[in-house]
């Protein structure tokens, strides 16, 4: 009974799920897709029916839904997460592939890298990047950050000749941190309503705070840039050959930096409007608006949806590249085969990390992380710190970190007659949320395939880069709950 209870304790299971996906990737060199399906299976072999159904309970499914769930087959339920990871990112990882590559082929990313330069100067071009991804962040999720902004990455690297490594971090670290810390990312927007922290001071907040974060960030990538600076590589999306031809127009040969912008500034206004006019509708929600003023913002949420913004963007991604090359419509069937080629990779591996992650969260890793973490006699803003981070480090997801851990001390957050606001508790779990990004995460995996950094690069960089700017965050929210407690 006791080996059996051993077994299947989350803990183990978890344990289980690390050596297999991190011995079979680093150890046995086996193809990442390949490593994290294994784990998977082992995982979901481990773990009882009665946990699973008790675990889809806990995330507020009905029990006739946890029921079927946890009588499903051990290939049903792999093959669920992996269609729910697939869904959410199938489309934009595919759309990002277009037009990333239609923005090196036709010369776009080179006009808003040199556009850039002249502006910031080649010195300040990182900083341009980690404001930019930081900014576009805040409204934008994650992964549609990384999308858009790691071409330019790759056109500014070509151009310069150096410092790609910096690139992709100083975007990491501003998408990262914008994302767990501003609503209305979707982790800080459930953190505000289940803690009663108001919206505007968590904006204000996390704003205030992320600036603090991504600074230090940044000083970790520019260290890691001069101690394992890592070369643009050649990948079927983004060849160097191409990158390199694009670098060497003359600027009439390039398209006009208004045109340019249009693939990624598109889909970013339309989400950000829709984000706009969801905010406004539910604060206003007892004024009926008009009919032309209704249908307006029907029309503006159907564009304003991710999936429709991205598709968008692609198509005039193909519209730009068609103008600038004079490309026939077989040529673009052509060009468009070759980009999926390399988006359906990242769409496979992404989706085995997604599904990795969701079972382990199947195991009851977060419950039992929560009832380990239930006496623990310490600060209040620390524990949310480690609540998110272990939450976060076990499963994968950030936003399961954030909601995990802000279900757990919303009581405390809400009657606990704190001797500062429920803001920096908020703010707390948002940093411990960034602890630590590996292999069950579909976001490591979107950066790593996007970028091409391997597996060690990655964790070799980005986990520390995380881990870093997590833990500043702590040390900023501990200085201002004693200086400014806002009660």
Known sequence: MIASSFITDP??????????????????????????????????????????????????????????????????????????????????????????????????????????????????????????????????FFDTVIFLMIPLAKAMTMRIGKNYLLFILAIMAGASMANSLVPPAPGPLFLVGEMQIPIGLMMIGGFLLGLITITTGFLFARYANRKWPIPLRDSL???????????????????????????????????????????????????????????????????????????AGGFIALVLLARQKGTDREGLTAFVQAALMSGGAIILITAAGGTFGGMLQQSGISTRIAELTEGYQMALIPLAFLVAAVVR????????????????????ATHGHLAYHPLYLGLAIGCGSKLVPWMNDAGFWVVCKISNLTEGEALKTIAPMQTIMGVAGLIGVLIAARLLPLV
């Open 237 to 311: 999306d983004a060849r160097l050959e191409d990158i390199k031809l694009a670098s060497m127009k003359e600027d009439r040969q390039l398209p006009p930096l208004w045109l340019s912008l249009l693939p990624v500034l598109v889909p970013l206004i339309f989400i950000c409007v829709n984000t706009a006019l969801t905010s406004f509708s539910h604060s206003s929600a007892s004024v009926k608006p008009s009919l032309f003023m209704g249908g307006l913002i029907r029309l503006l949420g159907f564009l304003g949806d991710k999936y429709i913004a991205l598709a």
């Open 393 to 412: 480090t076990a499963q994968g997801s950030a936003t399961v970190a954030v909601i995990t851990a802000s279900g757990m001390l919303s009581g405390m």
């Open 11 to 140: 803990l183990t299971i978890l344990f289980v799920g690390i050596v297999i996906v991190v011995g079979g990737i680093i150890g046995l060199k086996l193809h990442p897709f390949l490593a994290l399906l294994l784990g998977a299976l082992v995982v979901a072999i481990m773990t009882p029916a009665a946990v699973i159904e008790h675990a889809a309970l806990a995330k507020g499914a009905t029990q006739a839904a946890a029921h079927q769930l946890s009588s499903k087959s051990i290939g049903e339920r792999i093959a669920l997460e992996f269609g729910n990871t697939c869904g959410k990112l199938g489309i934009l990882i595919a759309m990002a592939a277009i037009i990333g590559k239609c923005m090196l082929e036709s010369g776009a990313a080179e006009r808003i890298v040199r556009s850039l330069l002249k502006v910031t100067g080649i010195d300040k071009a990182p900083l341009a990047f980690l404001a930019g991804s930081f900014f576009i962040g805040i409204p934008v």
